[in-house]
C-alpha cells in the first residue's frame, strides 16, 4: 500500500481496549472514565480477520497497543494467533509494564507468555525512577510494578526490550541521566518522546513541553557529543545515537519540533472500536467496523483500506493549533 505522498505502509498499530489500569496525565482525562461497552470493541476474530487482510496488502509488522492491552481477557491466546496470519513478520506490544510481572494461573509470568505467543518486541513505558512522581504522572502507585515488569521481560528473553519516556518539563527533566543509567545497566533502548497535544488535559502546555533538541542538549552536558546512527531503525519514527564510549543508544521522538517527522511514515492504525485512522496528528479516520460487521467481503475491506491510505495525509497536524478531539487512550499511542 502506498498513498499519494509516497508514503508505503507496511506497518498497523492494533488498539485492543480503551481501558486502563493506569491514569496518565497526557494520555487520558482525570475525571471518571466511561468505557465503551464491549459491543463497540471489535471481538479478537474481527481484529484478526483485518490484521490478515491489511497483511495481504502488505502489512509486516504489527504493534498491539491500547489503552493497557494486558488488561484485556484472553490477550495471550489472541496475540498467538497473529504470527499465524502470513505475512506478518514482526509483532510489538506497547505496555506500561505493570502487569508484566504478574504469574498467570498456568505459572509463568505475563511477560513469559507473551514472549511464548510469539511477541518479538515490547516497548515499556517509563517515564521516572522516582515513584512519587511516576504516582503522580500515572495517577496509580505501581513504580515497583513496572520495574519487577520490566526485570521480568528482560527474563522472558525478547529480541528487543525499548523503554520510553514522554518528556516533560515540570515532572522529569532530572530523570534523564538517571533513566540512562537505568536502562544502560540492563542493556535496554531508552527513547525520549516529546509531549504530543492528544490529550485535552492541563498537562499540555508550554511550560511542561520539553523538546528533544532540550533533552538532547542535557543528556550531552553529561555524556558528551552523541554520536548519530542513521542506519539504525526500528520501524518507528526515533532517530537514534550512541552514548560516546558506550555501546548503548537511546532515541529520540520529535513529533512537535522535527519538520521531517512524517517523510518515513509507514503506519496505519487501526482502533479498538473498529476506525482505521491513517494519522494519530489528524481527525482523518473510517469507520471499517460498520462494513464488517454488515457482512462485507474481503475484496470489499482490502478496497476499504486503500482508500483510507489514499487518504493519508502529507504530515500530522499537530503544529496547526490542533484541538484534540479524541484522547490518546482511546486512539491506540
Ligand atoms: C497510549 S500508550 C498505550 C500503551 C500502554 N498503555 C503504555 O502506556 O505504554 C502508548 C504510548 O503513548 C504515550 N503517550 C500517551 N499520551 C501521550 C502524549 N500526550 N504525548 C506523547 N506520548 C504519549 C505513552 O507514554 C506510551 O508510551
Ligand atoms: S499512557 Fe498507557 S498507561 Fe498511561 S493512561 Fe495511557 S494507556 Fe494507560
Redesign the pocket.
Known amino acids: 500500500m502506498q498513498d499519494r505522498h509516497g508514503h508505503r505502509i507496511s506497518y498497523l498499530r492494533v488498539s485492543i481496549t480503551d481501558r ?1 489500569n ?1 491514569r ?1 496525565t ?2 487520558m482525562p482525570q475525571e471518571l472514565q466511561e468505557w465503551l461497552p464491549r459491543a463497540d470493541i471489535l471481538n479478537y476474530e474481527e481484529t484478526l480477520r483485518l490484521i490478515r487482510i491489511a497483511a495481504e496488502l502488505g502489512v509486516t509488522k504489527i504493534r498491539v ?5 494486558l488488561t484485556r481477557r484472553a490477550v495471550v491466546d489472541f496475540l498467538r494467533e497473529i504470527p499465524k496470519v502470513p505475512g506478518i513478520r514482526s509483532i510489538g506490544l ?3 509494564g505493570t502487569l508484566l510481572g504478574r504469574n498467570l494461573d498456568s505459572g509463568p509470568t505475563m511477560a513469559l507468555a507473551v514472549r511464548d505467543a510469539g511477541v518479538q518486541s515490547v ?3 517509563l ?1 521516572t525512577l522516582d515513584r512519587h512522581i511516576y504516582a503522580q504522572i500515572t495517577g496509580r502507585d505501581f513504580h515497583d510494578q513496572v520495574l519487577a515488569g520490566i526485570e521480568a521481560a528482560i527474563e522472558a528473553g525478547f529480541e528487543q526490550i525499548k523503554l ?1 519516556c ?1 518528556l516533560m518539563r515540570a515532572r522529569n527533566q532530572d530523570q534523564l541521566v538517571p533513566l540512562i543509567e537505568f536502562a544502560g545497566a540492563r542493556n535496554l533502548i531508552l527513547r525520549f ?7 485535552t488535559t492541563e498537562v ?1 502546555n508550554d511550560e511542561n513541553f520539553m523538546s528533544i533538541l532540550h533533552a538532547k542538549r542535557a543528556i550531552e552536558s553529561r555524556y558528551g557529543n552523541l554520536i548519530l546512527e542513521p542506519a539504525f531503525q526500528t520501524n518507528g519514527p526515533a532517530t537514534y545515537y550512541q552514548i560516546p564510549g558506550r555501546e548503548q543508544r537511546v532515541g529520540f521522538i520529535g513529533a512537535m519540533t522535527n519538520l521531517h517527522f512524517c517523510e518515513d511514515c509507514n503506519k496505519l492504525r487501526l482502533t479498538c472500536d473498529g476506525k482505521l485512522r491513517p494519522c494519530l496528528g489528524s481527525y482523518l479516520e473510517f469507520d471499517i467496523m460498520k462494513p464488517l460487521r454488515a457482512g462485507a467481503s474481503d475484496d470489499e475491506l482490502r478496497q476499504f483500506f486503500l482508500d483510507v491510505v489514499d487518504r493519508k495525509p502529507l504530515q500530522h497536524d499537530f503544529r496547526e493549533n490542533y484541538q484534540p478531539n479524541r484522547k ?2 482511546a486512539i ?2
Open positions: 486502563c493506569e496518565c497526557y494520555c497497543t491500547g489503552g493497557e492491552p506497547s505496555t506500561n516497548n515499556i513505558s517515564d520510553n514522554v518522546i516529546e509531549l504530543m497535544p492528544v490529550s499540555l490518546m487512550i491506540g499511542g
